[in-house]
């Protein structure tokens, strides 16, 4: 039985996706003040290692960050439901362009959708 993560190629497939995203949030008003890097790759890094050890790749997150607690890590952050759908509108636009079939690509946007949601913690 092979992970998600192999299936959907591996470290080169996960690259590829947090790249793209990263180029989106890069020109988005209400995402890139939110994000302190100058270049974001350190933003980028951490993005890529959790997805990767979510979907049954190596651990390099846990590692390097610990228990994700991805709620509480993202507190500090006013994330109100136009930050939810400017990121889910930068994740959309990165699955689009990365190569997935559609059985794993509904697998991979019903998880990123229901994680975004959760992510919520402002009110409107
Ligand atoms: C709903 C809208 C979201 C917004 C506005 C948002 C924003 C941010 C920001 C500003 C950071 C700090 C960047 C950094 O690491 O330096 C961050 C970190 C992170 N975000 Fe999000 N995020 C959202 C949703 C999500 C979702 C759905 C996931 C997972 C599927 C996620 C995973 C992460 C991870 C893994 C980190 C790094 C945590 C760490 O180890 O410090 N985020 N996010």
């Known amino acids: 039985m092979s992970t998600f993560y192999e299936k959907m190629?591996?470290?080169?497939?996960?690259?590829d996706l947090v790249s793209q995203f990263y180029a989106r949030v890069?020109?988005?008003?209400?995402l890139r003040p939110m994000y302190p890097d100058e270049d974001m790759k350190?933003?980028?890094?951490?993005?890529?290692?959790?997805?990767?050890?979510?979907w049954g790749g190596p651990t390099?997150?846990?590692?390097?960050?610990?228990?994700?607690?991805?709620?509480?890590?993202?507190?500090h952050f006013h994330i109100d439901t136009k930050a939810r759908d400017a990121w889910l509108?930068?994740?959309?636009?990165?699955v689009d362009?990365?190569?997935?079939?559609?059985?794993?690509?509904?697998?991979?946007?019903?998880?990123?959708?229901?994680?975004?949601?959760s992510m919520v913690n402002q009110p409107d």
């Open 89 to 94: 509108a930068c994740m959309s636009a990165a």
């Open 60 to 75: 390099t997150y846990g590692d390097n960050r610990g228990h994700p607690r991805l709620r509480m890590r993202h507190a």
């Open 26 to 30: 890069a020109t988005d008003p209400i």
């Open 97 to 117: 362009g990365v190569d997935v079939n559609p059985v794993m690509r509904e697998e991979l946007w019903s998880y990123l959708e229901m994680a975004a949601n």
């Open 9 to 15: 190629g591996g470290e080169a497939f996960f690259a």
């Open 42 to 54: 350190g933003a980028a890094q951490r993005l890529q290692w959790f997805l990767e050890q979510y």
